[in-house]
């Protein structure tokens, strides 16, 4: 296992049109976070599961926006009729559970990079 | 809500020199807090963590160094290399619950030769 998953890189599609990323963890670590990072900003954290349940949704994950862990392995964040206010970096990390994000711990993706057009 | 913000956007340093990048947090009731080096198009990679119980710990030429005090935490890059060119963020959390990131905006540090 070579860490954090995420596909595709980049997506480019036009406004109103829905969209799904896929995010593979580390396979021993059963929590998973989606964060969306806009250009210049850090990481805003969206929603996290553990295992197959989704325990947290911010502020931020609009109705548009819904994320599944269906057998509690990879996870996938749809975002529906997209916006171009909805262009960023879609960020997923994975960890144990309790386990406090160090070095060996919890583990970024490299990104989806999602451009609304 | 309470966020983690940064002073400075960007630092520019010689190589060989040491680099300080700094970073304000608001949120007491965070006891863990993390600075991670983002390069271009990849995901923020951890370089070194601290709790709230400690006021320094360092790593491989980094230190940071934590002010509760004041909720000002710092960045410590010894002998600065070309490697080291990326965007700087520090992140506060909880070591309980969710722990969810709160990071701040990012310190672009770019190391002149």
């Known amino acids: 296992d070579t860490g954090v998953s995420q596909n595709p890189r980049h997506k480019i599609t036009k406004r109103g049109q829905n969209v799904t990323f896929r995010c593979d963890p580390i396979s021993e670590h059963n929590r998973l976070y989606w964060y969306r990072q806009t250009l210049g900003q850090g990481p805003e954290f969206l929603t996290y599961?553990?295992?197959?349940?989704?325990?947290?949704k911010s502020r931020l994950l609009s109705d548009r926006f819904s994320a599944e862990r269906p057998k509690g392995s990879f996870s996938t964040l749809e975002i529906q009729r997209t916006e171009q206010g909805d262009s960023a970096m879609y960020l997923c990390a994975s960890s144990y559970p309790g386990q406090i994000p160090s070095n060996y711990g919890y583990t970024f993706g490299s990104g989806t990079r999602l451009t609304v057009v | 809500g309470e966020s983690v913000g940064l002073h400075l956007p960007t630092l520019s340093v010689q190589e060989g020199d040491n680099s300080i990048i700094n970073c304000a947090y608001s949120?007491?009731?965070?006891?863990?807090f993390i600075w991670y080096k983002q390069e271009s198009g990849k995901g923020p990679q951890f370089i070194i963590d601290i709790r709230s119980n400690m006021d320094k710990r360092q790593g491989q030429r980094v230190t940071v160094l934590l002010n509760k005090t004041v909720k000002h935490l710092s960045l410590q890059i010894a002998a600065t290399q070309p490697g080291d060119s990326a965007v700087y963020f520090c992140?506060?959390?909880?070591?309980?619950?969710?722990?969810?990131?709160?990071f701040g905006q990012g310190t672009r540090l770019t190391i002149n030769p």
């Open positions: 992140a506060e959390t909880s070591s309980q619950g969710a722990q969810k990131l709160v």
């Open positions: 599961f553990q295992n197959e349940a989704q325990l947290e």
């Open positions: 949120n007491s009731a965070s006891d863990y």
